[in-house]
């Protein structure tokens, strides 16, 4: 599908191609993980408003746009030009003074004015190569070829004298700048809109701390490099000044250094320097990045600095050549391997000395049927991983939309996560079965450790009965280093192999080979947490279907209780969209507010609070920062449309309708009603659902599992019916009711006509306020379900509090109202603002 819009097209004099940097499948991913970015930034920029939200998908978009546009190449006799997307620039030859060709699959032209223009071969066909050189050298412009392939030196030929600095730092600059704008004004802006001394102290620490950021990562840009003949200095700011001798440095290294993103990477050449032993620190890495990057290549080269084509070692290209032209027996040493040969491979020393060394070192076995296999599995694991990513991000779309909990949307993943460790255990325990099936064991040592692009490889060399060869480990000690690994060359081991099967061994004894407990260990271990995973997802599942979602029913008369709300209401201007109270409290001294002051009296004993007020407790000047920290936090309430999406759920549904459907469902919760029903009969109260404890579970086999939930739903049921914790959704309503309308959530007039239908709903279905009371503690045994610490000390105080209530004949004052008939009493004291 994407084959021919790669190949070079001639079109007269033109050369046409386009550089394959995406290619089909990754463009596809690119797509993919693009509209999953969009879905995770739904999910956690929830709070703000639609604009906000299409602003950040038009940015995402036009980055991503940017990321997969490919460029166009058209070579011209006489010009080259480059398109990326509806950017075009020609760059004419005619302006070129030289080229430089690096070995890293770079070209880059400089015109008479010392800009530079950079061709990535990497991604072009190797055709365009021979077709771009063959026109610079039709022009008569002088290629350079610079890098760690390069062998040619021009001293002289240059001016070194000139500087390197990041080619796109005014770009970063002006970046920066919006950055710290973006973040730092709003939270300037906010600092004077909050009144907590506490959250202006938070958010004066943010701005600090962006701040400092963008400047550091700013001043990161700020690296420049000056070359004044032998001369380097390299100038950071707030850094003293790093200055060196062209001949003090020992040796460079060049390579692609790849940085991983979500879509595969990016590769950029950067340049090591190495003085002495050390690698020579600075602020930022050199790279190609950087004006006059060829430049300095060529300056390096001409002064005669070697390029090592390894990181962490000098082996330049030379040395590669020389070797390659060598024969076995004269690349070996004794400070990297275990022993030498002679001219007819004769061991000359170590353990198998005056043995013969085979030429080819190694058994040319038929390994394909064991790659295949195992490039099968390598696949799945592949899949796996990637199925788990992508399962991540739908689980937490559930999750966001409360579909499912927290835990089960981070357990499917998870297992199958843990699911794609257990698969790459079973290919480490199938590579030793296969290594260890008819295989030999071998006399051997250790012929060779090197550490190759920070990757520890080891070969053994194993008597083979004929001739000494080598064979590589399925698997080497990573605790180990590379002189540990030096000081058992020679040692005697053991080792089991199958050479003409299988391409690698494993230690061991005369006796047996080591290593399958390990495997075992590791395919048991996954297993295991495999199994755990998916039983605890099971029983999770369960208990969120027993207790908090399955075949949830609407209550009883919910509609009577829901309110109409007013579409003129604007939260961000509450007294002016709506009627207002003149003043603090106008509504106290109504039968409304009063009632439903006793109806919530019991946070008063709770909380040290005052009875006289709607949740125990009056309004102060701080209290509505408080309180939105409260609602965020508890009930994830942050806005108007979230304050009355809660009210109607808990009304429709609420606590009675997932108590209701798990009493259905659970036999603890029968047995224990049948219990109580058979020792109290009809006389069951309140101080004999004291005596409910877990000696009466375990008189009646009941589990104790979920103690406080089968204890909560029984008791309500047995004490008030089906429906008997309404009382304790209500009275929590009407606590934050009364938050949603100092918070400007709800106005005036329908905060009181919520608290008036709650309270119509109460003294219908309870014979007092004590029964409420006593509800709300059913209600939190039943929320809590499990017995901690935690949960014990919220029953005992509430226990306290209530018989508290009872001692100080709290009720005695406030029954005497319970049948007050409640009317419209607050309308006539609004007025408009």
């Known amino acids: 599908m994407f084959t021919k819009r790669y190949d070079i097209k001639n079109k007269g004099d033109a050369i046409v191609v386009s550089e394959c940097k995406i290619g089909g499948t990754i463009l596809l991913f690119d797509i993919l993980f693009s509209i999953f970015e969009l879905i995770f930034l739904y999910i956690i920029i929830s709070d703000w408003d639609e604009t906000c939200f299409y602003v950040a998908i038009f940015i995402l978009l036009v980055w991503r746009m940017l990321h997969i546009v490919e460029r166009?190449?058209?070579?011209?006799?006489?010009?080259?030009?480059?398109?990326?997307?509806?950017?075009?620039?020609?760059?004419?030859?005619?302006?070129?003074?030289?080229?430089?060709?690096?070995?890293?699959?770079?070209?880059?032209?400089?015109?008479?004015?010392?800009?530079?223009?950079?061709?990535?071969?990497?991604?072009?066909?190797?055709?365009?190569?021979?077709?771009?050189?063959?026109?610079?050298?039709?022009?008569?412009?002088?290629?350079?070829?610079?890098?760690?392939?390069?062998?040619d030196k021009e001293p002289g030929k240059h001016n070194y004298h000139f500087k390197m600095y990041q080619k796109g730092r005014v770009g970063a600059y002006i970046t920066f700048i919006v950055l710290t704008l973006l973040l730092d004004v709003p939270f300037g802006i906010w600092i004077f809109q909050e009144e907590s001394m506490r959250l202006r102290l938070f958010l004066l620490a943010c701005i600090l701390a962006y701040t400092a950021l963008w400047v550091f990562l700013a001043l990161k840009m700020t690296q420049t490099i000056y070359v004044d003949g032998e001369n380097i200095e390299i100038r950071s700011s707030f850094k003293k000044p790093v200055k060196l001798n062209v001949k003090d440095i020992s040796w460079v290294h060049n390579e692609l250094k790849h940085h991983s993103t979500n879509t595969g990477g990016y590769d950029v050449e950067e340049l090591e320097i190495h003085v002495g032993d050390e690698i020579l620190s600075l602020s930022g890495n050199i790279s190609r990045a950087y004006k006059s990057y060829d430049l300095f290549l060529a300056y390096l080269q001409d002064y005669d600095v070697p390029f090592s084509l390894e990181e962490g070692k000098l082996l330049t290209y030379e040395t590669v050549e020389e070797n390659s032209e060598k024969e076995i027996h004269e690349i070996l040493n004794k400070e990297e391997h275990a022993f030498t040969c002679n001219d007819d491979y004769v061991i000359e020393n170590g353990l198998f000395e005056g043995r013969i060394l085979d030429k080819e070192l190694a058994v040319d076995g038929e390994y394909d049927a064991y790659i295949k296999k195992h490039l099968r599995l390598a696949r799945i694991i592949r899949a796996l991983y990637f199925i788990s990513s992508i399962t991540l991000i739908i689980t937490m779309i559930a999750c966001r939309a409360d579909a499912i909990g927290f835990i089960p949307a981070?357990?499917?993943?998870?297992?199958?996560?843990?699911?794609?460790?257990?698969?790459?255990?079973?290919?480490?325990?199938?590579?030793?079965?296969?290594?260890?099936?008819?295989?030999?064991?071998?006399?051997?040592?250790?012929?060779?450790?090197?550490?190759?692009?920070?990757?520890?490889?080891?070969?053994?060399?194993?008597?083979?009965?004929?001739?000494?060869?080598?064979?590589?480990?399925?698997?080497?000690?990573?605790?180990?280093?590379?002189?540990d690994y030096e000081a058992l060359y020679n040692v005697p081991t053991y080792i089991w192999?199958?050479?003409?099967?299988?391409?690698?061994?494993?230690?061991?004894?005369?006796?047996?080979?080591?290593?399958?407990?390990?495997?075992?260990?590791?395919?048991?271990?996954?297993?295991?947490?495999?199994?755990?995973?998916?039983?605890?997802?099971?029983?999770?599942?369960?208990?969120?279907?027993?207790?908090?979602?399955?075949?949830?029913?609407?209550?009883?008369?919910?509609?009577?209780?829901?309110?109409?709300?007013?579409?003129?209401?604007?939260?961000?201007?509450?007294?002016?969209?709506?009627?207002?109270?003149?003043?603090?409290?106008?509504?106290?001294?109504?039968?409304?507010?009063?009632?439903?002051a006793d109806a919530t009296a019991l946070y008063a004993y709770l909380e040290y609070g005052d009875a006289k007020y709607i949740g125990g407790h009056p309004r102060t000047y701080d209290s509505k920062t408080e309180e939105k920290l409260f609602l965020e936090k508890a009930w994830k309430i942050t806005d108007r449309e979230s304050a009355k999406k809660k009210i109607d759920d808990v009304i429709t549904y609420g606590h009675q309708s997932?108590?209701?459907?798990?009493?259905?469902?659970?036999?603890?919760?029968?047995?224990?009603?049948?219990?109580?029903?058979?020792?109290?009969?009809?006389?069951?109260?309140?101080?004999?659902?004291?005596?409910?404890?877990?000696?009466?579970?375990?008189?009646?086999?009941?589990?104790?599992?979920?103690?406080?939930?089968?204890?909560?739903?029984?008791?309500?049921?047995?004490?008030?019916?089906?429906?008997?914790?309404?009382?304790?959704?209500?009275?929590?309503?009407?606590?934050?009711?009364?938050?949603?309308?100092?918070?400007?959530?709800?106005?005036?007039?329908?905060?009181?006509?919520?608290?008036?239908?709650?309270?119509?709903?109460?003294?219908?279905?309870?014979?007092?306020?004590?029964?409420?009371?006593?509800?709300?503690?059913?209600?939190?045994?039943?929320?809590?379900?499990?017995?901690?610490?935690?949960?014990?000390?919220?029953?005992?105080?509430?226990?306290?509090?209530?018989?508290?209530?009872?001692?100080?004949?709290?009720?005695?004052?406030?029954?005497?109202?319970?049948?007050?008939?409640?009317?419209?009493d607050w309308k006539d004291l609004l007025v408009s603002e």
């Open 497 to 596: 192999a199958n050479p003409a099967a299988v391409p690698n061994c494993v230690e061991g004894s005369e006796e047996k080979p080591f290593g399958k407990s390990k495997y075992v260990r590791k395919v048991f271990l996954y297993l295991l947490l495999e199994v755990v995973l998916i039983l605890g997802s099971i029983g999770l599942n369960n208990l969120v279907k027993g207790r908090q979602g399955l075949n949830l029913t609407e209550n009883d008369n919910y509609e009577a209780v829901l309110y109409d709300y007013e579409d003129s209401f604007d939260e961000n201007d509450p007294s002016g969209s709506s009627k207002v109270f003149p003043q603090d409290y106008t509504e106290i001294y109504t039968d409304t507010y009063k009632w439903a």
């Open 72 to 151: 166009r190449y058209i070579i011209r006799p006489d010009s080259i030009i480059i398109k990326h997307g509806i950017i075009r620039k020609r760059i004419p030859l005619d302006k070129v003074d030289f080229c430089f060709y690096s070995s890293r699959s770079y070209m880059t032209l400089v015109d008479d004015k010392g800009k530079e223009t950079t061709i990535d071969l990497i991604h072009l066909p190797d055709e365009v190569d021979d077709a771009v050189t063959a026109t610079l050298k039709n022009c008569n412009i002088k290629i350079r070829r610079v890098g760690a392939f390069e062998k």
């Open 658 to 824: 997932k108590c209701r459907a798990y009493t259905e469902s659970s036999d603890e919760v029968e047995q224990l009603i049948s219990a109580i029903k058979a020792d109290y009969g009809d006389s069951f109260s309140f101080e004999d659902s004291m005596e409910i404890d877990e000696a009466y579970f375990e008189k009646n086999d009941i589990s104790i599992e979920y103690f406080y939930a089968v204890k909560g739903a029984a008791c309500a049921n047995v004490r008030f019916g089906e429906n008997g914790l309404a009382a304790y959704d209500y009275e929590r309503l009407l606590r934050v009711i009364n938050m949603f309308n100092d918070c400007g959530y709800l106005s005036d007039d329908e905060y009181m006509g919520l608290v008036h239908n709650l309270d119509v709903a109460l003294q219908k279905q309870y014979k007092s306020f004590a029964d409420i009371h006593e509800c709300y503690l059913y209600g939190e045994m039943f929320r809590l379900a499990q017995v901690d610490d935690n949960s014990n000390q919220t029953i005992e105080d509430i226990e306290t509090a209530l018989k508290t209530m009872g001692s100080e004949r709290l009720y005695s004052s406030i029954e005497r109202d319970y049948n007050t008939e409640l009317s419209v």
């Open 410 to 483: 981070l357990a499917i993943p998870g297992t199958i996560f843990v699911g794609m460790l257990l698969v790459s255990s079973l290919d480490d325990l199938i590579s030793f079965k296969d290594i260890t099936r008819n295989a030999t064991c071998y006399k051997a040592t250790i012929f060779m450790a090197d550490l190759l692009s920070k990757e520890q490889t080891v070969m053994y060399a194993y008597d083979s009965g004929d001739k000494i060869r080598v064979i590589e480990p399925l698997e080497i000690n990573k605790k180990m280093s590379q002189a």
